[in-house]
Every structure is written in C-alpha cells, then in structure tokens.
C-alpha cells in the first residue's frame, strides 16, 4: 500500500512539473516544495527519505512591505545530475546544482553547486573527499560477507558479521 501511495505522489509532482528519470531510487518521502517544476533529477540517482528541495527563499516577505521592494522575489531551479546520492534529511537550496557522480552526506545543507565526483556534507555543505577518496575508504572497510546468504537471507548475514554486544533474549 505504501509503495502505491509513494508512486501516487510521484505521479502528482510529475504532473506538477518535476522533471525526474524513470531509474531513480526514492526511498521515504522527499519533500519536493511549492514549486516542482523547478526541479530536475538526472539518471540513476538515489533519493533517501525526508530530502528537501527548497527552491524559493520566502524571506524577502519581511522587506516587500517597503515599495521599492514589493516586487522581490528569490527562486531558483535545482538541478541534480547523474548517479547521485542524496542522504537522509539533506536540504538543497534554491539555484544549487549537485555535479554528476556526487554524494551529499545525511543531513547537509547545500547552499551552493557541487563539484562533480565529490562527496559534500556539514552545514553549509563542505567538500569533504573526492569520489576515488571516497571509493578506497568504502573499500577498505567493506566486509568480506556471504553473498549467497546476503541475497537469501540479510538479516542473518548482517547479524553473523555485527552481532549483538551481548546476548540477546528477546525479552
């Protein structure tokens, strides 16, 4: 039921505007805004849950009682390339442009473009690594696990290698 309601509102925002490939990963709900239309989203990227496209900046409410500028207005079109990943609660902001091959960690805020084939994170946003950086470290640390009990059985397998700190009874 979930997946339906999840390809209900994708559905709603493509019909909105959102420009999004047919490859994409969307895991939970992004948050696509008041303005889909001004967002695009490129081949074979991965969405994680509760991302944030913000892609008008409301807080020239608070100068647009002057007349000079009552006609201010701040938007800007974000645009996410090819094979990206965004993480869990990221925020891009309006006007960003996230490079092909680039990761944004869980919970950065982008405030300006990323480079392609770089990994960005903190608020604001930071480089943190290259993607080859990137690749050696994920590398290194990857387990030597069980294939055929991974695609069998996950659970299992990710407990034989992380198992419980101590016994657990099921209490």
Request: charged share 20%; hydrophobic share 40%.
């Amino acid at each position: 039921m979930l997946g339906l309601l999840h390809k209900w509102m994708l559905w709603r925002f493509k019909r909105q505007g959102l420009q999004i490939a047919d490859d994409c990963r969307i895991m939970g709900r992004p948050f696509f805004g008041s303005e889909p239309y001004l967002i695009s989203i490129g081949k074979g990227v991965t969405i994680s849950g509760q991302v944030h496209f913000i892609t008008h900046d409301g807080a020239p409410w608070v100068i647009r009682r002057r007349p000079e500028y009552r006609k201010v207005v701040k938007y800007g079109r974000i645009t996410v390339h090819d094979n990206c990943f965004i993480g869990q609660r990221a925020t891009l902001l309006p006007g960003v442009t996230i490079g092909p091959n680039s990761i944004v960690a869980t919970g950065a805020v982008v405030t300006k473009d990323v480079p392609p084939n770089t990994v960005v994170g903190g608020i604001p946003a930071k480089v943190l690594m290259d993607l080859d950086t990137y690749i050696a470290r994920v590398t290194a640390q990857s387990p030597a696990y069980d294939e055929a009990r991974y695609a069998t059985n996950k659970r299992e397998e990710l407990l034989r290698l992380y198992p419980y700190p101590w016994e657990y009874r099921g209490d």
